[in-house]
T-cell receptor, first 112, second 111 residues
Framework: EAGVTQSPTHLIKTRGQQATLRCSPI?????VYWYQQALGLGLQFLLW???????NRGNFPPRFSGRQFPNYSSELNVNALELEDSALYLC???????????FGNGTRLTVT | QQPVQSPQAVILREGEDAVINCSSS?????VHWYRQKHGEAPVFLMI?????EQKGHDKISASFNEKKQQSSLYLTASQLSYSGTYFC????????????FGKGTRLSVIA
């Protein structure tokens, strides 16, 4: 079974630009989660999609947004990038709510 | 709503035991435990549902006390492969609430 795949692996952007991160869940999984992992802050919850709908979002500004496509893949968009957005962005999928999360290897976003 | 983990870091010698605690200020529906090795993605260890259950996974087990809104992860006879950062994640009900993680506990096992 193919795992959760994320692209790109690394992304370097300049402050003020926009970044798009992509995630393909495990086949059959309908829930997709996005987490930000910055140094020393653990895994900060960003967004949760299930069956194409946004179920919940974390305490992040509106410039963090995303969507889930009919094939359950997902996209995270970060507008007006700031230096503190530099982090590892992890996507995870699950079969349904409250099932184990399966994480991808993440996208390392660097904002200069 | 972020759960609080303790300790923040612990160093063990091979064969020693450790306990990692996770507590919440909210009533919990479930607790998840994950381990992340350096440079890798977090990996699921186990889920505990309300009802006060205890689970085991090889020499790693966990308990969940829903009245105290606490969970503990027990690592016995630690091995070098146990090194990594352990995260607890909590769900406060079974509806539209996401899995929220604590800041993690860094465990280092040395020979």
């Amino acid at each position: 079974e193919a795992g959760v795949t994320q692209s790109p692996t690394h992304l370097i952007k300049t402050r003020g630009q926009q970044a798009t991160l992509r995630c393909s869940p495990i086949s059959g999984h309908t829930s997709v989660y996005w987490y930000q992992q910055a140094l020393g802050l653990g895994l900060q919850f960003l967004l949760w999609y299930d069956e194409g709908e946004e179920r919940n979002r974390g305490n992040f500004p509106p410039r963090f947004s995303g969507r889930q496509f009919p094939n359950y893949s997902s996209e995270l968009n970060v507008n007006a990038l700031e230096l503190e957005d530099s982090a590892l962005y992890l996507c995870a999928s699950s079969l349904r709510g409250n099932s184990p999360l399966h994480f991808g290897n993440g996208t390392r976003l660097t904002v200069t | 709503q972020q759960p609080v983990q303790s300790p923040q870091a612990v160093i063990l010698r091979e064969g020693e035991d450790a306990v990692i605690n996770c507590s919440s200020s909210k009533a919990l529906y479930s607790v998840h435990w994950y381990r992340q090795k350096h440079g890798e993605a977090p990996v699921f260890l186990m889920i505990l549902l309300k009802g006060g259950e205890q689970k085991g996974h090889d020499k790693i087990s966990a308990s969940f006390n829903e009245k105290k809104q606490q969970s503990s992860l027990y690592l016995t006879a630690s091995q070098l492969s146990y090194s990594g950062t352990y995260f607890c994640g909590t769900v406060i009900n079974s509806g539209n609430t996401p899995l929220v993680f604590g800041k993690g506990t860094r465990l280092s096992v040395i020979a």
